[in-house]
C-alpha cells in the first residue's frame, strides 16, 4: 500500500496531476477521527479520491442525511468504520449504542443500494461469547454477551438485510494505534507512572494494529468479488497479561520504558466492569487468507506501532 500524494479540500482527497476524464475511484471512508478511520486515510492507495467524514461532519443515525451526502457525493465504495465503541458505557446509553451501531450501518447500506455504492462494514469480536476453544470462523453461533456485541451483532444484521449482494461485514478484535486512546497508550502510561501494572490474564484473543487492518480493508476496495462475513486480525494469540508483558519488554528496548516494569496476573474476577468481555476471541481469517490477504504476527506489528510513539 501507499500514501496517495493528493490533498485533502474539504473532506476529500484528490490525487494529483491527474487530467479531466481520468477520475479516480470515490471511497467513502466514516469515522475518520477513529484508529480504524484515520489509518485509512493515512494509508489511501494511489487512484482513490478519498471521501472522510466524522462524527461531526455527518450524523450517521440520521437516514435522510446519510442518503443525501451518498446520494450527492456518489461514492463507489462506503467504508463504515463510525461505530459507538464504549464497551462499558454502552450498559448504561443503550439506546445511544442502538442508534450509532444499528441505525447508522443500516442508513449506509440502504444509501450505498440506491447509489449502486458497496459497503464494507468493520464489526467485532464482542459478537462471540468467548466459550469457543478454537478460532472462531465467520459462520460460528453469535452470543454476544455486552450491549455493545448485541448492537455491533444487530449492525451486521441491517447491512445484510438492506445489501446482501454488495456488502463486507469484517470483524477484528483488539485494535490499537499510536493515537487514540487504546490498550497500549494506556499501559505505557501506567507503566511509566507506576512502574508496574496489574493485567487480566485469562482473556485471549489477537492484538490488531489499526494500520495493518487499514491495508486490508483497502484490498478489500479493490477485490469487488469479495461479499459476507469475514474476520481480520493481526496473527498469534495472547492474553491482555501476555500484550502487556510484550509492550513492557519492546517498550524498553526502544526506551520508551525503565527496564524493570513489572507486570502482575489477575483474573477477570478481580477486575470487574460493568460489560462482560468474552473470555476466548480468537478470529479465523481463513477466508481472507485464503484469497492472498498475508498475515503480520501481532508482535512485530507491536514493535512497529511502538517505534512510531518514540519518533513522533
Known amino acids: 500500500m501507499t500514501k496517495s500524494s493528493g ?3 474539504d473532506g476529500e482527497r484528490r490525487p494529483e496531476g491527474r487530467g479531466a476524464g481520468t477520475a479516480p475511484r470515490k471511497v467513502l471512508v466514516t469515522g475518520v477521527s477513529g484508529q480504524v478511520g484515520g489509518s485509512l486515510v493515512s494509508a489511501v492507495p494511489q487512484g482513490i479520491t478519498l471521501l472522510s467524514s466524522a462524527h461531526q461532519d455527518l450524523d450517521i443515525t440520521d437516514g435522510d442525511a446519510v442518503h443525501a451526502y451518498v446520494q450527492r457525493q456518489k461514492p463507489a465504495v462506503i467504508i463504515n468504520c463510525a461505530a459507538y465503541t464504549a464497551v462499558d458505557r454502552a450498559e448504561s446509553e443503550p439506546e445511544l449504542a442502538r442508534r450509532v451501531n444499528v441505525d ?5 447500506a440502504i444509501a450505498a443500494r440506491d447509489a449502486g455504492a458497496r459497503l464494507i462494514h468493520v464489526s467485532t469480536d464482542f459478537v462471540f461469547d468467548g466459550t ?3 478460532p472462531y470462523r465467520p459462520d460460528a453461533r453469535t452470543n454476544p454477551l455486552s450491549v455493545y456485541g448485541k448492537t455491533k451483532l444487530a449492525g451486521e444484521q441491517a447491512v445484510l438485510e438492506a445489501l446482501p449482494a454488495k456488502s463486507v461485514i469484517v470483524r477484528t478484535a483488539w485494535v490499537y ?4 486512546n487504546n490498550f497500549v497508550r494506556t499501559m505505557l502510561r501506567i507503566m511509566k507512572a507506576n512502574g508496574s501494572v496489574r493485567v487480566v490474564a485469562d482473556q485471549v484473543g489477537t492484538p490488531t494494529a489499526a494500520r495493518g487492518l487499514a491495508e486490508t480493508l ?5 477485490k469487488p468479488e469479495i461479499q459476507g462475513i469475514h474476520h481480520w486480525t493481526d496473527a ?3 492474553s491482555w497479561y501476555d500484550f502487556a508483558v510484550a509492550i ?4 524498553a528496548q526502544l526506551g520508551l520504558l525503565p527496564d524493570n516494569v513489572v507486570v502482575t496476573p489477575i483474573a477477570t474476577a478481580d477486575y470487574p466492569t460493568p460489560a462482560r468481555r468474552p473470555p476466548y476471541s480468537v478470529l479465523d481469517k481463513t477466508s481472507l487468507t485464503s484469497s492472498g490477504f498475508t498475515l503480520v504476527h501481532w508482535r512485530k506489528r507491536l514493535r512497529t506501532v511502538l517505534g512510531e510513539l518514540k519518533n513522533g
Not at 218 to 222: E, F, G, R, T
Open 7 to 9: 490533498t485533502i479540500l
Open 104 to 108: 447508522g450501518p443500516r442508513n449506509f
Open 132 to 134: 469457543a476453544s478454537s
Open 177 to 180: 494505534a499510536a493515537a487514540g
Open 218 to 222: 483497502w484490498q478489500l476496495v479493490a
Open 236 to 238: 498469534g494469540v495472547a
Open 248 to 251: 513492557a519488554e519492546e517498550g
